[in-house]
């Protein structure tokens, strides 16, 4: 089984980037399962229905999130009827929506890290509930870890290696060159990087962002223009055992 894994994508440019190579992605690499995370999609912050709907009209099986997701409220009964659309799994029990999906024979989970991110419920031990409580789990499971912190990251891939098969980072924005098969068979990368514009800062505006830090007010950021990149991981995994068998980082910029 092929999976890509392509990471938070900004706003109308990150969007079009998708709709783009997506659909070319998939034929090139006969790709199984694309996850993308649609963290902040809409305006460059949260996910609307019309954009989610886009997403998953490019060639999108699962959307995944993050800290932003509550970002538009129109949002919220989509979360509550559609498999598709993840928050993450442990946030507080109760809130609209659900922290994982079965796509494809693949268990799709969506966490968030605690380390310079907020309150949230432990993500280790929220994804040791789950994998104890869930009857009949495929083999092959990916997690999409939205999380600050690098040392969160390859602490909860090397919790779970062996368990599942692949521990995604998103959130930072900024692709890392540690991709790599875990000693028990987790593909890991501490971050797949984002899908939007490449004159930017994580995204944004670069004038926005620089008078932020310049004044210390909070200017209101809007994703930039131009060229874009497309940042994504390949994953190749045996259907049966559930064990990652290669990862590769794919990487398309527009003209």
Not at 26 to 42: G, P, S
Not at 232 to 248: E, H, K, N, P
């Amino acid at each position: 089984m092929l999976i890509l894994a392509i990471g938070d994508v900004i706003g109308k440019p990150g969007r079009q980037a998708v709709e783009r190579f997506l659909p070319q992605l998939r034929q090139e690499y006969a790709v199984d399962l694309a996850v993308v995370n649609a963290e902040n999609v809409a305006g460059g912050i949260g996910v609307t229905p019309e954009t989610a709907a886009d997403l998953l009209q490019a060639g999108a099986d699962v959307l995944t999130s993050g800290n932003h997701i509550w970002a538009h409220k129109d949002i919220l009964p989509i979360l509550n009827s559609e498999t598709t659309l993840l928050r993450p799994l442990n946030y507080p029990p109760g809130l609209p929506g659900r922290g994982f999906t079965i796509v494809k024979g693949v268990l799709v989970v969506n966490l968030i890290g605690r380390t310079f991110m907020g309150n949230y419920d432990c993500p280790f031990r929220a994804m040791d509930r789950l994998l104890n409580e869930l009857p009949d789990r495929p083999p092959v499971a990916y997690v999409d870890f939205h999380a600050e912190a690098t040392s969160e990251k390859v602490a909860l891939s090397y919790y779970l290696d062996g368990r599942v098969s692949a521990v995604m980072g998103t959130h930072t924005h900024v692709g890392t060159i540690d991709a790599r098969i875990m000693p028990r068979g987790t593909a890991c990368v501490t971050d797949i990087g984002m899908t939007g514009p490449i004159d930017s800062i994580i995204g944004d505006e670069p004038q926005k962002v620089i008078d932020r830090f310049l004044t210390q007010l909070p200017y209101r950021l809007s994703a930039a223009r131009g060229k874009t990149l497309l940042n994504a991981m390949l994953i190749r995994v045996d259907d049966a055992t559930g064990r990652a068998l290669s990862i590769q980082r794919i990487q398309r910029e527009t003209d």
